[in-house]
């Protein structure tokens, strides 16, 4: 009887045993997520606040704008210690494309076996970059002006270009001595323009890092006036939407298409989003 006893005592006593080890696991658990729901909502207000103060006198923005004639990236450093305007200083790079270029891509069956069908644009003898370095000045126009937290701003930029020219290679569709067709790789020629420019004859674009040894640098000089939407004070990330112009003179003239006019100007509209953060 005394033997049962204490079985059943023992018995109790490591359930109870294995009751606290789980009630001690589940409190470790618990507050291993309590301090990373802890963390999470420590980051999301950082995040909240990250860049957002008014009364800031450095910014850095990264932005993406499009063009009628392309599209660019952006890095901008703003200094604002002064109460009537700002000053930038900004890197972009971005692509320059003639409003005539119109992509196509051969249909059909015929010459598959030589390669693939990519998409080009007829007539075109480079592909066009440019790199652009300039000093601006932002003059706020009207501060806070919608609901006191959208001010305007006009901005005038400019700086040095620098225009950097790639060859375009197609694969054109030859025929041997024998009679076989076959696909070679090539660049615009006077030689070769009968081919270059017709469609019949091109079986698709060669890869865009055929021609990167041929680069060719020509320098210039920009204007950008702009007008800029920006928050005073915005509940994320600050945001900065421009309209501007873009206006670019080059020593030489860039040449893009063979059977349009290549100048040494390059000039287009363009409308921007930037993020960054204030300081």
């Known amino acids: ?9 023992q018995t109790v006593w490591a359930q109870e045993k294995v009751w606290q080890t789980v009630q001690q696991q589940k409190g470790t658990l618990q507050k291993a997520k309590n301090k990373q729901v802890s963390k999470a909502k420590g980051w999301t207000n950082h995040l909240k606040q990250w860049g957002t103060d008014s009364s800031y006198t450095r910014a850095i923005f990264v932005g ?3 063009h009628t004639n392309g599209w660019s990236g952006e890095v901008c450093y703003l200094l604002n210690k002064e ?12 692509e320059i494309r003639q409003e005539k270029e119109i992509r196509q891509q051969r249909k059909g069956t015929v010459y598959r076996d030589l390669g693939a069908f990519k998409p080009y644009a007829l007539g075109k003898l480079n592909k066009a970059y440019t790199l652009q370095l300039g000093i601006g ?3 706020i126009v009207f501060p806070a002006l919608l609901q006191d937290q959208i001010s305007l701003k006009l901005g005038m930029e400019a700086g040095m270009a620098l225009a950097l020219v790639k060859p375009v290679y197609l694969n054109l569709i030859r025929v041997d001595p024998a009679q076989q067709a076959y696909a070679s790789s090539e660049k ?16 698709g674009a060669d890869k865009w890092s055929h021609g990167l040894k041929e680069l060719n640098y020509i320098p210039g000089i920009y204007l950008a006036p702009k007008i800029i939407f920006a928050p005073d004070r915005n509940t994320s990330f600050v945001q900065k939407f421009t309209i501007g112009a873009n206006v670019a003179y ?3 003239e860039i040449p893009i298409m ?11 509209f363009f409308v921007g989003l930037s993020l960054g953060k204030r300081w």
């Open 1 to 9: 009887m005394l033997s049962c006893f204490f079985i059943t005592r």
């Open 64 to 66: 993406v704008q499009l």
């Open 83 to 94: 109460k009537a305007h700002q000053t930038t200083i900004r890197l972009q790079f971005g």
């Open 137 to 139: 000045k932002e003059y």
């Open 188 to 203: 615009y020629t006077e030689q070769n323009k009968n081919l270059f420019l017709s469609p019949n004859n091109i079986l």
């Open 250 to 252: 080059y020593l030489k």
């Open 258 to 268: 063979a059977q349009n006019k290549n100048t040494h100007w390059q000039a287009s």
